[in-house]
């Protein structure tokens, strides 16, 4: 097991369940050994709400999440976070942003598209909404929701002057 706190080069999962670095997908560090135990339990305290919000039931679940940190030309291209072997138990998506103030970087956003549906057949989607990575904010959605990170621009280049986000899942255990 790796030290917590070292970032590595972030991973994506492909539908065939290869988990490997792409940076023409997603370009960022992650660290998947971090805790955040006080982070979980205030998601535990609202998320009956957001629960009820988004049409999702998740009665006795657990989390899965890492930190992850976006610098200078950093992204992640549209995708959604289900599908692939070790991801089908996820029912609830979020994002806690949490950076330097003021902030250093600009772009970052989340940007989640709306579902298109025509005929009863899913396609694909061409309208969103785009949520800025605001310091202490967090952002609750489906994981079947097609998403992105924006390109973030960094002029300092400087690790601690970046986006950092910590990614998670609520997943039914069930399963």
């Avoid at 917590?4 to 369940?17: A, L, Q, T, Y």
């Avoid at 940190?69 to 289900?82: I, K, Y």
């Avoid at 959605?141 to 960094?154: D, L």
């Amino acid at each position: 097991m790796r030290e917590p706190g070292r970032f590595i080069e972030s991973k994506v999962i492909h539908d065939n369940g290869s988990i490997e670095t792409d940076r023409s997908i997603r370009r960022s560090t992650s660290d998947i050994e971090f805790s955040a135990p006080e982070l979980v339990a205030a998601i535990d305290d609202v998320r009956h709400t957001v629960e009820s919000i988004l049409g999702v039931s998740c009665p006795a679940g657990t989390f899965e999440y890492e930190l992850a940190s976006h610098g200078d030309g950093d992204f992640f291209a549209a995708h959604h976070d289900v599908g692939a072997p070790g991801t089908n138990s996820r029912v609830l998506t979020f994002v806690y942003y949490l950076h330097r103030t003021p902030k250093k970087f600009t772009g970052g956003q989340l940007r989640i598209y709306d579902v298109a549906v025509s005929a009863g057949q899913t396609s694909y989607p061409t309208s969103y909404r785009d949520f800025e990575p605001d310091n202490d904010s967090i952002v609750f959605f489906r994981p079947t929701a097609f998403h992105e990170v924006r390109r973030i621009a960094c002029p300092s280049g400087q690790v601690g002057d970046g986006r950092f986000a910590i990614n998670g899942w609520l997943c039914r255990t069930d399963i």
